[in-house]
């Protein structure tokens, strides 16, 4: 048998991997695991099994690039995909890969972005939702979606190759804790890093909890701290920014990624005191240019501009560049919101 797996980096797919294994080999015996992100990466893995390796491979990737997702999917293999909460993920990336809470948020969103290509009626989906569910009922759903047998038999089988005894009321919980493997919950203070407070990762959890579930999401807000202005270098974007000086970019990022579809963005400015005027032009950048505008600036209030474009891979990072046409004397101009709109949302 060989079963396509596709998870998030926390220790539910870890544990999830290890219940699958149980389950696979009592059905068929001994099965191989092999870990893969690109093509290339499943056909070396592939390749190094041999002939008397393939017939029993469970494939996992926990950041599957679109062309292994699209021949997964060609090959009809049974699929299951285990998908954590957007805050577990990102806090469990900081502290067991040394990431930053910004990369971690911007990694989460790539893989959650990539894991929502897989509808939702082609696979098992098991969630942190299930970690209070009993073992042994996770087990005899993911027999029945494998056929991989059926009965009490079998599930008190792979119950015992798990660890536990006839008739255990463990919870994947419980299962998890026994393994000495625990959720981190919420961040410490001191890894969400400087600059960065927890509204932040709260707004962008709201923002991205339906994606990864296979049905998208109809919106998405950018917070506007989370984007960069190149000077000084890097820094990030915080209150207004002034317009005095040449025609340049002023504000860029912030890198995350947007489920495959079509998409509006909305930009919303704030500008104070333009009295020389001014343009600015606004483009959405994934690998390449995927829409741009140029609008006039106003001496003073808040206005807005709709630029529709086209995700057609969600494992590239997308930004949105704000850059003025001409030099300026006066004025100030604050990003207040930036928000993404699905259209057939």
């Known amino acids: 048998m060989i079963v396509a797996v596709f998870g998030v980096p926390t220790a539910l797919s870890l544990v999830g991997c290890s219940i699958l294994k149980a389950i696979l080999e009592r059905a068929a015996g001994p099965h191989q695991q092999i870990a893969a992100i690109f093509l290339d990466d499943l056909r070396d893995a592939w390749t190094a099994l041999g002939e008397a390796g393939r017939d029993h491979v469970l494939i996992f990737s926990e950041l599957p690039s679109t062309p292994l997702l699209e021949l997964m999917r060609s090959s009809q293999l049974p699929t299951i995909v285990f998908l954590?909460?957007?805050k577990e993920v990102a806090n469990q990336l900081v502290q067991t890969r040394s990431m930053t809470m910004r990369a971690a948020i911007r990694h989460t969103t790539r893989v959650l972005c990539a894991i929502?290509?897989?509808?939702k009626g082609d696979a098992l989906r098991v969630t942190s939702a299930d970690f209070g569910r009993p073992l042994e009922s996770l087990v005899v759903s993911l027999c029945d979606f494998l056929q991989a047998g059926a009965g009490d038999d079998v599930s008190r089988d792979v119950m015992m190759r798990l660890g536990h005894a006839e008739a255990s009321a463990a919870t994947l919980s419980d299962h998890m804790k026994g393994k000495a493997i625990q959720t981190l919950s919420d961040p410490s203070n001191d890894t969400l890093g400087v600059g960065f407070d927890r509204a932040t990762l709260e707004f962008v959890a709201n923002q991205y909890a339906n994606v990864g579930a296979g049905a998208g999401a109809a919106q998405i807000a950018w917070p506007t701290e989370l984007f960069y202005r190149p000077d000084p270098p890097q820094d990030f974007l915080?209150?207004?920014?002034e317009l005095v000086g040449p025609a340049r970019l002023i504000a860029f990022g912030p890198y995350l990624h947007l489920p495959k579809g079509s998409w509006t963005v909305s930009v919303t400015i704030d500008v104070e005191e333009n009295f020389s005027g001014n343009e600015l032009q606004i483009d959405v950048f994934s690998g390449s240019i995927l829409v741009a505008g140029e609008t006039a600036l106003p001496v003073t209030g808040v206005f807005g501009i709709d630029l529709p474009f086209e995700i057609v891979d969600p494992f590239d990072p997308v930004e949105v560049r704000l850059q003025t046409l001409s030099g300026a004397?006066?004025?100030?101009?604050?990003?207040?919101e930036v928000v993404f709109q699905r259209a057939n949302g």
């Open 84 to 86: 954590d909460d957007f």
């Open 116 to 119: 929502d290509q897989v509808q």
């Open 238 to 241: 915080e209150g207004p920014m």
């Open 329 to 336: 004397i006066e004025g100030r101009l604050t990003l207040r």
